[in-house]
């Protein structure tokens, strides 16, 4: 069966089929509220169990979404829960066509928005050591994947999903899934997907071209990977790939397949695991 007639058949597939078939490696909440809550709770919940434990935390982590932030925000708050003994390896970064990453007040910028949504807001004495909190850029990023190393991997890594169900900016490329961290070209499927949704009037010609990012291998080599797929508008562009990553064959067409044999759980809202309007 070629890609285009697997979509078709998974496309016709219900949220209550998908759920049967899935074996409990999907999770379908009622709305977009309810899925940022589920992620703000595992984040919270995971630093919690691992402080407890006595143990560091170490979670790659997405900016998209980015509605569980202000509410892990929260939680942090409200449950005084230490940041001290974690490790955030953010996914990604944009940079300019030299390859350099933005800087942090580009209005595009990952660590940016991350500053602004959590970090500048949590008390000094639960915050995570400056040392500890890693974005990829261009002077980190041929020495990130011996760091995740150096602090004996990944515990989990938390993202979204790519219309062409890339993870990070890891786009469709051969060999995708033993990729490492590095400078990466975006496609068009991404750099229109994105400048949709970045409030910049449709200026795909500005638009950044270039990236850094953590590789396919650092994700898939995560003991857990948990990913939150949503339309997150009103435009239903995920729901073909909810179903890809669930249940595509694995290719390197579609990133995401690749997590098959995985720790994964697939988290959903009510619209992006709906069956599509109109099935081409």
Not at 18 to 40: F, S, T, W
Not at 76 to 96: N, P, Q, T
Not at 242 to 251: D, K, N, Q, S
Request: glycine letters at 8%; a negative charge.
């Amino acid at each position: 069966m070629d890609r285009r007639q697997e979509i078709r058949e998974l496309q016709r597939l219900s949220p209550e089929e998908m759920v049967q078939r899935a074996e409990g490696r999907l999770l379908v909440v009622e709305d977009l509220e309810m899925l940022h809550q589920h992620c703000a709770a595992a984040i919270a919940g995971e630093i919690t169990a691992s402080n407890d434990a006595g143990r560091p935390t170490r979670l790659i982590l997405p900016v998209g979404p980015t509605g569980q932030y202000p509410l892990v925000r929260q939680l942090v708050e409200e449950r005084g829960i230490s940041l001290a003994s974690c490790w955030f390896f953010f996914m990604d970064e944009y940079c300019d066509e030299q390859g350099v990453a933005v800087p942090a007040d580009h209005p595009l910028s990952f660590r940016g928005e991350m500053q602004e949504l959590f970090f500048r807001h949590i008390d000094p004495e639960l915050s995570i050591p400056e040392e500890q909190l890693v974005f990829p850029d261009h002077d980190n990023v041929d020495t990130l994947a011996a760091r995740i190393d150096e602090v004996g991997g990944i515990d989990t890594c938390y993202a979204g999903i790519g219309i062409h169900g890339h993870l990070a900016f890891n786009e469709p490329a051969p060999g995708v899934a033993n990729s490492d961290p590095r400078l990466v070209e975006l496609n068009d499927f991404t750099v229109t997907m994105n400048a949709i949704r970045a409030h910049c009037g449709g200026n795909v010609e500005c638009f950044p071209r270039k990236a850094v990012t953590v590789g396919m291998r650092q994700i898939l080599g995560a003991h857990r990977i948990r990913l939150y797929c949503r339309n997150g508008g009103p435009y239903d562009w995920a729901n073909t790939v909810l179903r890809l990553a669930l249940f595509g064959r694995p290719g390197d067409d579609y990133p995401v397949t690749h997590i098959r044999g995985k720790d994964y759980l697939i988290v959903a809202d009510r619209e992006t695991a709906a069956v599509p309007q109109v099935i081409l």
